[in-house]
């Protein structure tokens, strides 16, 4: 089911992805279109002017043309005139007429020369407007058809767009059917939730009339019994108890329970990066078995050997904090003195980093100049200086947060109650650093281990020391990200505000006072529960006197009597420690009565054995043993009759050759020496195998259950994913649902603006042919004038 829901929410995040880009192709060409009707509005607009234009000077050429034609009509009727008053004149005069026949021949040639020059001009003007009419039309049809194209295109976008929503709807309709189906039951459920909500409602209604009827009952109680309730006064109210929360005791001490055991992983962890890097330089790049190493190592592993001495107080700093943390305890900043003993731990060893860190790069860089480090594992080298002063500088930081949490419990003034979310938050965020610098080390140390791998001298002791080195610094990023992740996850509870220190009226709480509270909280408890027990029984008067007179009888003699209880304590232990020492005695006397008559004993069958003969189950091997031995009596019997002391497992025996003794006790006691010591051997090799199976078993039953605990932790971050991802699904369907009807919406914008842009190019078509009518029309008429 998640997989299909996965794949569904895939297909719809893709096809909106691509409808989102089809939009926007869309939208562009719309804006695009939209520029060019506008910029075809205004060319018509201008084409109108320039028609208007020569439409007035086609009126004014009219007009001169009228006149011209009137004024010529008058000039022929005055050329009449005047002919036939020549005719009259003729025998008169007939110098007079043919003057003013020049003349008006003069003015006729002048009319006739003008006009012709406005004819050239009027053909010339209406050529141009021809031209440029051609040409505006040229350019008007040229656009025409790549309008027409991109309409074409449009439209087709636009059907493949209606096809690819019709998928959709039918799609969305398929999973409507389902949502429904599912709505249905989810219906189902809410009606049994309403029904649960009305009951509980109910139940709420009675708790609350319940705790008013009490609180009413309880605020009539403190106005009649409380007559004096005084918070005026700052320093008061820090010596004043807070209410005892136990839930926040035992999470604080669960809590502080899980950190022990992170510290207790980092200790181990910091020891052995410690301890094996030490063991490497003692190895590489000069082994110290074969040749001394540089004076700088040398120093170097004098300072890694003294790392047990700074790191394995944190664990113990830690314990302390651990059982100063109790369920009777208030546990705020203020009242956890413990924790200055383990931020002074913690300064040391972070000064003991900044001590060793010139060495350490000192050494790395040794390491670089060596013949067999290649440019590869100098690279890696240099990776992990930075790594290594990274590490220091995030362990300095980590110090200073943790020496400001000590703040409050010390010299509260230096650190305001409102700063202590900061502070927290920069610790946890210190946290998450030194786990990335911790995972930078495991990685680049890794690449460098391989590297080094590679190399034709490596021993077997140099990769057996990397591999070490590698798990711990491995171990080190665990321990790091599991104490971030501890940390922000419990951030809630560490920045929450305490009961002790966010009282009414607390200003700087003082460290004295805040001892004081918990002696005070230490004898209301001690109060309460002397106010539970049951008071004694009263006694007489008359029988209280007569004790009195006792005591006061046996108060003379109490000091005799101490006196002799004192010396008779001395005598019993006197008497004790000789009781000790006779039973030891006895003991040894016993032991050695034994060997003694074992001895006699076997003295006495060796030397039955040497006077009566042979026995058949001895072999000729014991025989000469055995005569050996009768000859070495004989030597001893002659030369000296001194004591001999003679060694066994209990002690010192000191004893004297008889006749019939032979000097075979050290032989036996080494038998028995050896014996017992291959059989302690053998134990103590069954032993470690116990223990290392056990260990082993151990360590196996904690990884099963950390394996348990991380896969029930990414069963609920799955099923919080597949939460998600229904929400998700649910929310891109609305979103689908939307961008549909949105999609739907510009499309009928879009078609109507295609209309829109029809009709306007139908009227710049007819305009444009009304045009070339008027212009065809006017160049007639010019040809005709």
Same mark, same amino acid.
């Given at each position: ?16 992805? +691509? ?68 005719? +009259? ?41 021809? /031209? ?51 709505? @249905? ?6 009606? /049994? ?80 990066? @410690? ?23 040398? #120093? ?96 300095? +930081? ?49 690449? #460098? ?32 990200? #599991? ?232 069963? /609920? ?22 961008? #549909? ?45």
């Amino acid at each position: 089911m998640a997989a299909d829901l996965q794949a569904k929410y895939q297909k719809l995040a893709q096809e909106y992805s +691509k409808l989102r880009a089809q939009n926007q192709v869309l939208k562009k060409a719309v804006v695009d279109e939209q520029g060019q009707g506008t910029s075809l509005k205004e060319e018509l607009k201008m084409k109108d002017q320039c028609v208007r234009k020569l439409q007035q000077e086609m009126d004014s050429l009219t007009f001169r043309n009228q006149q011209l034609a009137k004024r010529v009509e008058l000039l022929q009727e005055e050329l009449v005139t005047t002919e036939a008053k020549g005719k +009259k004149n003729k025998q008169k005069n007939a110098d007079p007429p043919s003057q003013m026949n020049q003349q008006l021949q003069s003015v006729f040639d002048e009319d006739l020369q003008n006009k012709i020059e406005e004819n050239e001009r009027l053909h010339k003007q209406v050529q141009e407007a021809q /031209e440029k009419h051609r040409q505006i039309e040229t350019e008007l049809r040229e656009r025409l058809v790549v309008l027409e194209r991109d309409t074409m295109q449009h439209h087709a976008v636009v059907d493949g767009l209606k096809q690819k929503y019709m998928d959709t709807i039918e799609k969305l309709q398929n999973d409507k059917a389902n949502l429904e189906v599912k709505s @249905h039951s989810l219906e189902r459920e809410a009606k /049994e939730c309403r029904l649960r909500t009305e009951e509980c409602q109910q139940q709420l209604k009675n708790i609350h009339a319940d705790l008013s009827s009490r609180l009413d009952q309880s605020t009539s109680i403190i106005q009649e019994k409380i007559p004096f309730n005084d918070r005026r006064f700052a320093e008061y109210n820090t010596l004043d108890v807070p209410v005892h929360d136990r839930r926040h005791q035992l999470k604080a001490r669960d809590l502080n329970g899980q950190a022990l055991a992170f510290v207790r992983d980092l200790v181990g962890a910091l020891l052995n990066l @410690h301890t094996y890097t030490e063991q490497r330089i003692q190895i590489y790049p000069i082994d110290s078995a074969t040749d001394t190493i540089s004076p700088l190592n040398q #120093k170097f592993s004098e300072y890694l050997h003294e790392n047990a001495a700074y790191v394995r107080p944190l664990e113990e700093g830690m314990l302390h904090l651990f059982e100063s943390i109790t369920e009777e305890t208030v546990t705020t900043l203020e009242t956890t003195v413990k924790l200055k003993p383990f931020s002074d731990v913690f300064t040391s060893y972070v000064c003991f980093l900044k001590k060793i860190l010139p060495y350490q790069l000192k050494s790395l860089e040794e390491e670089c100049e060596c013949s067999l480090c290649t440019a590869n594992l100098q690279a890696r080298n240099m990776e992990l200086q930075s790594d290594m002063q990274k590490m220091t500088a995030a362990f300095e +930081k980590l110090q200073v947060y943790i020496s400001l949490l000590t703040l409050p419990s010390t010299t509260p003034e230096m650190l305001l109650q409102t700063n202590h979310n900061v502070v927290f938050t920069q610790l946890a965020a210190c946290l998450h650093s030194l786990h990335d610098v911790m995972k930078d080390i495991s990685k680049h140390y890794s690449q #460098k281990v391989s590297l080094e791998q590679e190399l034709p001298t490596i021993t077997q002791k140099l990769k057996n020391t990397n591999d070490c080195i590698l798990s711990s610094v491995v171990a080190l990023s665990n321990v790091t990200g #599991k104490v971030g992740t501890f940390f922000s996850n419990n951030l809630d509870f560490f920045t929450a505000p305490s009961v002790y220190g966010s009282r009414v009226g607390m200003g700087i709480i003082d460290p004295l006072a805040a001892e004081c509270m918990l002696e005070n909280k230490k004898k209301a408890a001690a109060y309460i529960k002397s106010l539970k027990k049951s008071c004694p029984g009263s006694v007489p008067y008359e029988e209280a006197l007569a004790n009195r007179r006792t005591i006061l009888s046996s108060t003379e003699s109490r000091e005799g009597l101490s006196q002799q209880v004192q010396q008779s304590q001395e005598k019993i232990a006197k008497l004790e420690q000789e009781k000790e020492h006779w039973m030891l005695e006895a003991q040894l006397a016993k032991i050695k009565l034994e060997k003694e008559n074992q001895r006699l004993t076997e003295l006495e069958s060796q030397l039955k054995t040497t006077f009566t003969g042979p026995v058949p189950s001895i072999g000729s091997i014991q025989e000469n043993g055995a005569i050996a031995k009768i000859e070495e009596l004989q030597l001893v019997e002659r030369d000296s009759s001194e004591p001999v002391r003679c060694t066994s497992l209990v002690g010192m025996l000191t004893t004297s050759i008889i006749n019939n003794e032979i000097p075979d006790a050290e032989s036996r006691e080494q038998l028995i020496k050896s014996h017992y010591m291959m059989r302690v051997a053998e134990l103590t090799s069954q032993l470690q195998i116990a223990d290392s199976k056990s260990v082993h078993f151990f360590a196996e039953c904690r990884a099963l259950v950390k394996r348990l605990a991380l896969a029930e932790k990414s069963r /609920e971050t799955f099923s919080e994913e597949i939460k998600v991802a229904n929400q998700n699904v649910v929310r891109l369907q609305d979103e689908l649902t939307t961008t #549909k009807r949105s999609y739907e919406d510009q499309l009928s914008m879009m078609s109507d603006h295609l209309c829109s842009m029809n009709e306007t190019l139908s009227k710049q078509r007819e305009e444009i042919d009304s045009l070339r009518m008027g212009s065809k029309g006017n160049a007639k008429k010019n040809r005709g004038r």
